[in-house]
């Protein structure tokens, strides 16, 4: 069932943006990332291909483990099987980040099938990046929408130079908001039994 105000306020988008250039499963995540942003730039900022929703959409099916950066992702998503390792770092070399530790526990628990969502350290995806290469990890999806000034839009553009299933954007905009919602229309999409066959 569709609150009201959230009925409304995709149609508030509809006038505001044109999304016909993207099939329907790529206009249902970027549309759900402008709804919890109202931030119109990620119509032309997003990067995501049909595959990438695909594979989300199957991993939720699966019920795969979906494994967040920190806290506040975890809590935006729509479901209570996702999982943050952060309380389980007891220490953080001065060389890493308490996130990026996160992540390589988390890949030694799910080294295989799982959905990933950065929505805050650029240092976790640089985690899964360097986990991916060493073969040790291998998500089915990693939507990276990490924030700030400092590594995120490097951290984006070097997660779709790999050969893996991405959701991302293009700036270094992001955050545990738009991360979390892009996994919730993901969340939506399987809910609603639509088809992954390729």
């Known amino acids: 069932m569709v609150h009201p105000i959230e009925k409304k306020s995709y149609q508030i988008l509809d006038q505001l943006v044109d999304l016909s250039n993207f099939s329907p ?3 249902a995540v970027i549309a759900r990332v402008i ?3 109202a931030d119109l730039d990620y119509a032309s900022e997003m990067i995501l291909s049909d595959l990438s ?3 989300g959409i199957r991993a939720i099916q699966n019920n795969s483990a979906i494994i967040t950066d920190v806290e506040m992702v975890k809590a935006g998503i729509s479901t209570t099987e996702a999982k943050c390792f952060l309380s389980k770092v007891k220490a953080c070399p001065p060389n890493t980040t308490r996130s990026a530790l996160g992540i390589k526990l988390a890949a030694q628990e799910f080294p295989n099938g799982a959905l990933v969502v950065i929505g805050n350290a650029p240092t976790a995806v640089f985690e899964v990046i360097e986990l991916i290469e060493k073969g040790l990890f291998n998500p089915s999806l990693v939507i990276g929408m990490p924030v700030g000034f400092v590594g995120a839009a490097e ?3 070097a997660l779709r130079q790999l050969d893996i299933a991405s959701i991302t954007n293009t700036s270094s ?3 545990s908001a738009v991360a979390a919602a892009a996994t919730n229309a993901i969340i939506r999409l399987a809910q609603e039994e639509v088809s992954v066959d390729i």
């Open 155 to 157: 951290s984006k553009q």
């Open 53 to 55: 929703v695909q594979n």
């Open 25 to 27: 499963l790529q206009k």
């Open 35 to 37: 709804h919890a942003s």
């Open 173 to 175: 905009k992001g955050g």
